[in-house]
């Protein structure tokens, strides 16, 4: 078997390492590629966040119906994508004339960081981090329902034993939520499991048959517009003999148990 890794489309002989918990590098997963090349040229090939894969080539014989060798060869080729190692670390040059990169996973502490960075435009601390949260969350309370949809992360996580008001916005799930009744939530109360209490917030989607809305219960259902089925993957069209298009109702079931009442099938 041959041994290549592949960058930019172009494959290089290497000789490939894995080490879990790299206790010389921050306890993180590395990967240590040898090549034949210069300091220089391995530098230049890996430099932070390059897309690189593995690949294994091997001449295999080629079997008939029976699982009998025919005397023919095949090349069999696989690809494993690496591009997960993307700090690049020490390149070391051996005396053989190779040199060896060692090629790492960011830690959890350093894409939590990385997030911050993406948020606040600047390298913060985990404890600035943690201060900053609740300003932003505070500031995310202005945001219109068709802007928090998309931006779920920015909202607290629902918990238990809070005193929620009407119009409150939560998290749970990866969807956000706003408060119907006002209430101190308890455990079991889950924004999901109480459609009395919460409704899903979704205006990321158009609502057509092209692009429908994923239905959840309890949510504010829209006449005239298109939801997905989560439970049987279809799409149903929410009408009523008498409502006019753009009118509102919450419903506490999934289009499909309500078909022909308020839902026909898309």
């Known amino acids: 078997m041959s041994i290549y890794i592949k960058v930019n489309q172009t494959e290089y ?53 029976q699982g009998q060798p025919t005397g023919q060869t095949k090349e069999v080729v696989n690809e494993y994508d690496n591009s997960a190692y993307s700090l690049a670390g020490d390149i070391t040059d ?41 300003m932003i969350e505070a500031a995310a309370t202005s945001l219109p329902d068709s802007d928090a949809a998309k931006a779920v992360e920015l909202f607290p996580t629902w918990a238990y ?20 009744q006002a209430h101190t939530s308890q455990e079991g109360w889950k924004p999901a499991a109480t459609p009395a209490l919460w409704v899903v917030v979704d205006i990321t989607h158009a609502g057509t048959q092209a692009d429908p809305i994923p239905a959840a219960r309890g949510m504010e259902y829209e006449y005239g517009k298109y939801y997905l089925d989560s439970e049987d993957g279809k799409t149903y069209k929410c009408e009523r003999t008498g409502e006019a298009a753009g009118g509102k109702i919450v419903l506490q079931y999934l289009p499909h148990e309500l078909v022909r009442n308020y839902f026909t099938a898309g």
Do not use: F
């Open 13 to 65: 002989p290497a000789a490939v390492n894995g080490v879990n918990n790299d206790r010389t590098w921050d306890g993180r997963d590395t990967k240590t590629i040898t090549l034949t090349m210069t300091h220089a040229e391995v530098a230049a090939l890996l430099p932070d966040n390059t897309p690189w894969s593995i690949v294994q080539r091997e001449t295999v014989d080629v079997l008939d119906e």
């Open 94 to 134: 051996h005396r053989d004339g190779t040199v060896s990169i060692k090629m790492g996973k960011p830690t959890d502490a350093e894409n939590a960081v990385g997030a911050v960075v993406a948020l606040t435009g600047e390298v913060v601390t985990v404890a600035r981090a943690a201060e900053l949260r609740p």
């Open 161 to 180: 034993p809070i005193s929620y008001v009407v119009g409150n916005r939560v998290s749970d799930g990866g969807k956000l939520y706003k408060c119907r």
